[in-house]
Every structure is written in structure tokens, then in C-alpha cells.
């Protein structure tokens, strides 16, 4: 089954088995899988699945499939993740997770599911895109390829807080996500009944679907979807600013870690740009605490071409000609207590 729908999020989910659709749970697989994450894809033949990984470019792709299966298509550089399932039990071999992106190999449908959410949320933290550019272009506004990115960022935060507030704009990112999320409509319903814009930053935290379609559409600059997100976004850069007074109050000095996992290219590319200007193409999250970043490289992945970095981010919040705006986040989230920094889309 083709999914016929854009992709709105960072990771796609692939299900290859020549039996996929004579499972007798397929419905309710389907149900769950897509409670987890929403781009879900399914073949049963295997000249069309790898076509299907080889056009993927936005997106990073977790491969459930059979040993067999794995064994013809592990290879393919798209896939970050491979889950061997088997309803079998007795199928399960020795070879069954040999290969390096392979995660587990399961004969339960709860495994597989948990295992998989585990993986979402480890992944969502090694998606992290940056640009690079030189200081002088950026204060003499000379137009680069490496400065157009920060431009365009700027104009994106600029263009939305212009935009005039429009009673309709709410009801067209309701509408948008009931079309695209039709397996979570109780949290858009939710959103829809309860949502205040003096709570946004506790939605973005929660990781739901504007999270989601925010970071997807940072990433691939992709303004469209954000200016169909701009009733969440507007709420979102407004309360950047109001909050980010709260937060630097008598902070002289900030110095916030984050924990990466680059690949071999990425670390060069951070090498070969030493002593220029970075731009995340997010809202990047750090902590005040190094050994919490530390914990997150500790954690195992089969990736095998990744390193772990530690970013150290040093800002002075009440400087006058500091433009770095962030907040605390343990001030808006009742139920963060680490400490944590959100900064906005800022240039470091």
C-alpha cells in the first residue's frame, strides 16, 4: 500500500514482506504504527520497495522486515534502522540481526512498537542540521549561499509575526492536521477545545504533531508548511521574546551543553568552519548540566559512522548586543526539572 500523502515529518516507516497483507492483525498494526509516527509505507514486493528507499532524500527511513528481507535491502543508505519481526518464533536464527543498522529482532507486536518509539526518540535528537557562515558577510548583509540560509531564516520569523492575526488561521491548521494525522484526531481535538497561546511552549515541548511539522519544515525550508503551522508559529517566536526577559534575569553568564552524534562528514565540515558563525535549523535544546549531554552519548546506536561531540555554547544574556534569545524551559515545563535551555532560531 502507497502512502499518497506528502511526508510532513523526519521519519518514514518502511514494512517489507512478501506476506504483509495476509496478516490477519494488519488493521490494527497499522492503527499503531501510525500512532507512533504518521508516514507509514508497506510492500510485499521488493523491486518496488527499493525503488520506493532509493527516492527518499528529506527524510531518514526505519525498515521493519523479515531476515530475508533484511538481507536484500539493508545496505541502502537511507535506512537509519532495521527491526526484524517474525510472527514465527521458531524462525528466529542467530543471523537474524546481523547486520549493523539492526536494532532487534522481535516475535511480538508490543516489542516491536516499543522498541520503535525508543528509536523515534533517539533519532529526533540526532536530526540536527546546521548552516556555516562567514561573520563579515554577516554583518555587511552580503548574500553567499552559506548567509542565504540565515536569511531566509530571518525572513521566516519576520514574515510570520507580520502576518496579520486571522480568526481563520487556527481552523485551517486544525483542518490541515485532521486530514494528515487522521490516527491522533483525540490530541487535535484536544488542541482545538484547550489550546491558549500562553501555553505554547508546553505543546512544542510535548513533541506532538506541531512539533513534529515544525521541525520537518525547518529543516527542508520549507515555508509553506509553515505558514499553514503559523497560527502555532506566531504564538510560538511572540512567546520567544516575552519569555526570554524572564529568563535572563540575573544570569551574567550562560554556558549550555548539548549532546550530537555527527557523522564523520558533519565533524569535518564543523572543523573546517572553526571560528565561523552556526545556525541550527531548529529550536535547539540544550542543559545547563554537561553530564546530561554526556548521558546521551552513552546511548547505543548502530550507526557505526557517527562521534560524539559535545557542544559548548557560552552566551551573556544580559549584554545589550547580544541577539541570542532563549528561555528557560524548566520556568514553562511543570514537569521538567533538568534545567534545560530552548534557544530560538539564533545565530551562534
Not at 483542518?175 to 505554547?200: G, T
Not at 535549523?281 to 554537561?290: C, P, Q, S, V
Request: hydrophobic content about 35%.
Amino acid at each position: 500500500m502507497v502512502n499518497t500523502q506528502e511526508n510532513k515529518e523526519i521519519i518514514t516507516i518502511v514494512w517489507y514482506d512478501s506476506n504483509i497483507h495476509s496478516y490477519n492483525a494488519r488493521k490494527n498494526i497499522d492503527e499503531r504504527l501510525r500512532q507512533l509516527n504518521e508516514y507509514v509505507e508497506y510492500y510485499d514486493d521488493i523491486e518496488s520497495c527499493m525503488n520506493y528507499i532509493q527516492s527518499i532524500d528529506n527524510e531518514k527511513l526505519f525498515l521493519i522486515t523479515s531476515s530475508i528481507g533484511a538481507s536484500q535491502i539493508h545496505s541502502f543508505p537511507q535506512i537509519t534502522s532495521i527491526f526484524i519481526f517474525d510472527f514465527d518464533e521458531s524462525l528466529k536464527d542467530e543471523l537474524g540481526c546481523q547486520y549493523l543498522k539492526c536494532i532487534d529482532r522481535y516475535t511480538e507486536l508490543e516489542d516491536l512498537y516499543l522498541s520503535i518509539q525508543e528509536q523515534l526518540e533517539f533519532q529526533d535528537e540526532l536530526s540536527l542540521k546546521c548552516s556555516f557562515f562567514d561573520q563579515y558577510e554577516y554583518s555587511q548583509q552580503i548574500l553567499s549561499k552559506q548567509t542565504s540560509d540565515l536569511f531566509w531564516y530571518q525572513f521566516v520569523n519576520k514574515i510570520i509575526l507580520e502576518i496579520p492575526d486571522d480568526s481563520k488561521a487556527k481552523n485551517e491548521l486544525i483542518d490541515s492536521c485532521c486530514q494528515y494525522y487522521q490516527n491522533n484526531l483525540k490530541l487535535i481535538d484536544k488542541f482545538k477545545h484547550e489550546y491558549h497561546s500562553n501555553e505554547v511552549i508546553q505543546w512544542y515541548l510535548t513533541k506532538s504533531f506541531p512539533y513534529k511539522m515544525i521541525k520537518k519544515a525547518l529543516q527542508i525550508k520549507d515555508f509553506d508548511q509553515l505558514n499553514s503551522l503559523r497560527y502555532f508559529m506566531k504564538d510560538l517566536i511572540q512567546n520567544f521574546e516575552k519569555q526570554h526577559q524572564n529568563s535572563i534575569q540575573n544570569k551574567q553568564k550562560l554556558i549550555v551543553y548539548r549532546g550530537i552524534k555527527l557523522s564523520t562528514e558533519q565533524l569535518d565540515e564543523f572543523k573546517n568552519n572553526e571560528g565561523k558563525l552556526v545556525l541550527f535549523h531548529e529550536f535547539l535544546k540544550g542543559t545547563r548540566h554537561r553530564s546530561k549531554a554526556l548521558n546521551f552519548l552513552k546511548r547505543s546506536t548502530k550507526q557505526t559512522n557517527l562521534v560524539d561531540v559535545i557542544l559548548e555554547i557560552e552566551s551573556y544574556p544580559q549584554d545589550f548586543y547580544n541577539s541570542i534569545i532563549l528561555i528557560d524551559i524548566n520556568e514553562q515545563n511543570e514537569f521538567s526539572s533538568q534545567e534545560d535551555i530552548l534557544f530560538n532560531l539564533n545565530v551562534l
